[in-house]
Structure formats: structure tokens, C-alpha cells
């Protein structure tokens, strides 16, 4: 069955970078995109960006540009999503989600979610 | 604030009819086949309901539906059970340069 077990909690300092992981199984990693989607505390759900797990051809909102970077492993089946310059309001849960191409907003299965705690 | 506008909150009895509406703009949900609707329950990650706009994948019950007109998309879940509380969320692909996936704000739902 599709599975995404992402890495566990992480705590960090304002201005550090946190790294989260998304390791897939069940199906051809390289025949679906990934996309990560986070969640502040009470609030709803934000795009952040999309990987192509074929290619690494990636697109991210842009209010992230900068900071964000995606990239993915094929040997492993892992995806990972990388944050910079770790402000306050980046606490969230962040979730990544299989992507079918040509199905941009069709996030089939998803991981259980990474909490990233941004305190000092 | 949210790119795609939702009620906050709506409410019905087991076994009655309700509806969520999602409404954008041409950019958005008028001008794509490309919108989804996400059940989340407290504490768990969302979960696919409705995909480009009407489909619904394997295993979801029949008893979700989805629909758009113009700008505006809606889902629908008849025979409310008490399980189907929880917070949905729609979802658009977007012609915005700064964004591809626009989100409404979620609205909950609650089974009196």
C-alpha cells in the first residue's frame, strides 16, 4: 500500500534551517510528484511547492523563493524539504503529498505530518 | 487571507443534506477543471475527498459529491454521519505567478 512516513519533530532557533524528509513506498516513486503543504497551529492549509520526482523539476510559492528548497532521492525514495532563515511564524505541521503529473492539485496520499517548532 | 473563500463553519443532522461552498475567481476555480476538496479530523493529515472538481477516488463514499459553477465550486455530503465532522478545504490550481495551489480557508463542519 502507498505510504509516506516523513521524519520526526524538530525545534529550532529563529535563523537556523530545518530539513524535513518523506519517504515513499507502495508504488514507482519516480512516477508521481511530491508536494508540500504546512499548517500553522489553528490556521489552514498553504502550498508550498511541487518536485518532480522524475526530473527534480521544481516550482514554489513565492513567497517561500529563497528559502526553500526541494529535492529528492531515487535510490531511497525520499523526498526532502528544506527551510532557511527560520522565522516565528514557520511554526507548522508540514505535510508532503503524492502528486499524480497533469493532476496538480490532486494530493492522492499523505504523510502524517512533521511538526517544526520555531522558538528561541 | 485565504485566495479561496469558504464558510467558517456549517451544521446538520445525521441523515440531512449539506453543503460547502468554495468560491475564487476566473484565475482560479472558474478557470480550471482542477479543484479538490480535503477532509482533515483533528490531529490527522487531510485526506482526498473530490479531485478536478466531480471525481472521486477509490474508497471515498459516494455520499460526497462535488460541483462548480463559474467561480464558485461546492461539495456536497448527504446522510450526514457522525463521523464526516471535521474540517474540509478546497483546493484550486492557480494562473497566479506566485502561487500554482491556492487553498480556501477551511470550514468546519459539525453533526448536531
Known amino acids: 500500500q502507498v505510504q509516506l512516513v516523513q521524519s520526526g519533530a524538530e525545534v529550532k532557533k529563529p535563523g537556523a534551517s530545518v530539513k524535513v524528509s518523506c519517504k515513499a513506498s507502495?508504488?514507482?516513486?519516480?512516477?508521481?510528484?511530491i508536494s508540500w503543504v504546512r499548517q500553522a497551529p489553528g490556521q489552514g492549509l498553504e502550498w508550498m511547492g511541487w518536485?518532480?520526482?522524475?526530473?527534480?523539476?521544481?516550482n514554489y510559492a513565492q513567497k517561500l523563493q529563497g528559502r526553500v528548497t526541494m529535492t529528492t532521492d531515487t535510490s531511497t525514495s525520499t523526498a526532502y524539504m528544506e527551510l532557511r532563515s527560520l522565522r516565528s511564524d514557520d511554526t507548522a505541521v508540514y505535510y508532503c503529498?503524492?502528486?499524480?503529473?497533469?493532476?496538480?492539485?490532486?494530493?492522492?496520499?499523505w504523510g502524517q505530518g512533521t511538526l517544526v517548532t520555531v522558538s528561541s | 487571507q485565504s485566495a479561496l473563500t469558504q464558510p467558517a463553519s456549517v451544521s446538520g443532522s445525521p441523515g440531512q443534506s449539506i453543503t460547502i461552498s468554495c468560491t475564487g475567481t476566473?484565475?482560479?476555480?472558474?478557470?480550471?477543471?482542477?479543484v479538490s476538496w480535503y477532509q482533515q479530523h483533528p490531529g490527522k493529515a487531510p485526506k482526498l475527498m473530490i479531485y478536478?472538481?466531480?471525481n472521486r477516488p477509490s474508497g471515498v463514499s459516494n455520499r460526497f459529491s462535488g460541483s462548480k459553477s463559474g467561480n464558485t465550486a461546492s461539495l456536497t455530503i448527504s446522510g450526514l454521519q457522525a463521523e464526516d465532522e471535521a474540517d474540509y478545504y478546497c483546493?484550486?490550481?492557480?494562473?497566479?505567478?506566485?502561487?500554482?495551489?491556492?487553498f480556501g480557508g477551511g470550514t468546519k463542519l459539525t453533526v448536531l
Open positions: 507502495g508504488y514507482t516513486f519516480t512516477s508521481y510528484g
Open positions: 476566473s484565475s482560479d476555480v472558474g478557470g480550471y477543471n482542477y
Open positions: 503529498a503524492r502528486v499524480p503529473y497533469g493532476e496538480p492539485i490532486n494530493f492522492d496520499y
Open positions: 518536485i518532480s520526482a522524475y526530473n527534480g523539476n521544481t
Open positions: 478536478d472538481v466531480s
Open positions: 483546493s484550486s490550481y492557480t494562473s497566479s505567478s506566485t502561487l500554482h495551489v491556492v
